[in-house]
C-alpha cells in the first residue's frame, strides 16, 4: 500500500461492504487475565465508530503475541472483547479461528452496523510469511480492507501487505492517517 497517495475511510463508500479492519490489539494482560493497558484497543475506536455509523459490516484482524503460526490458546483475542464491546457499545462476536467455519459464517451472517473479531492472525502459519493463499483467503471475507495499525504496518505480512493485493479498495484508517501526517 503506498501511504503517500493513501485513501482514507472518508473516501469510499462503506455502506453495506464488508469491512476488514487491521488493528493493532497486542495489548498486556495481568495475571487474572485483565487488561492493563487499553491503549491500543482506544486508538481503533474512532476507526471502528465511523464504520459502524456508517453501516459497514466491520470484520476485526489483529494478533497478540508471536505465537508463530500456532494455536496457543494463552495467546487468544477472546479476552479482548469484553471491554471492546462495551467501549462500542454493543456485543462484538468472536470468530474462533481466522478464516475457517467459525470466521466464514460470522462473516455472512454479519449485519449492517454489527462488529466481529477474527481470531488471532498469528494462529495461521501463512500471516508472517506473507503467503499469497492465506492472503486471498483473508481477503475473501470482505469487500474493503482498512489499515489502522500503525504499530505493525512497518512488517510485511499477509494482514498488512497481502490482503491489499486481493481487495478491490485498500485504504487508511483515522489512526494511520493520524501517524502518517
Do not use: W
Request: charged share 25%; hydrophobic share 35%; net charge negative.
Amino acid at each position: 500500500m503506498n501511504f503517500l497517495n493513501r485513501k482514507t475511510v472518508e473516501d469510499i463508500d462503506v455502506t453495506g461492504k464488508r469491512v476488514l479492519v487491521r488493528c493493532d490489539y497486542n495489548v498486556p494482560f495481568d495475571s487474572e487475565g485483565n487488561i492493563t493497558d487499553t491503549k491500543r484497543i482506544d486508538e481503533s475506536i474512532k476507526t471502528l465508530r465511523y464504520l459502524i455509523d456508517h453501516n459497514a459490516k466491520v470484520i476485526i484482524c489483529s494478533h497478540r503475541g508471536r505465537p508463530k503460526g500456532t494455536v496457543k490458546p494463552e495467546l487468544s483475542l477472546a479476552p479482548t472483547i469484553p471491554y471492546l464491546s462495551k467501549v462500542l457499545g454493543q456485543q462484538v462476536k468472536m470468530a474462533t479461528d481466522v478464516v475457517g467455519e467459525s470466521a466464514k459464517t460470522l462473516c455472512a451472517n454479519l449485519q449492517e452496523g454489527q462488529v466481529m473479531m477474527l481470531e488471532n492472525v498469528r494462529f495461521e502459519k501463512g500471516e508472517e510469511a506473507n503467503d499469497p493463499a492465506f492472503a486471498k483467503e483473508l481477503a475473501s471475507l470482505a469487500d474493503i480492507y482498512v489499515n489502522d495499525a500503525f504499530g505493525t504496518a512497518h512488517r510485511a505480512h499477509c494482514s498488512n501487505v497481502g490482503v491489499t493485493k486481493y481487495v478491490d479498495t485498500a485504504v487508511v484508517g483515522y489512526l494511520m492517517q493520524k501517524e502518517i501526517d
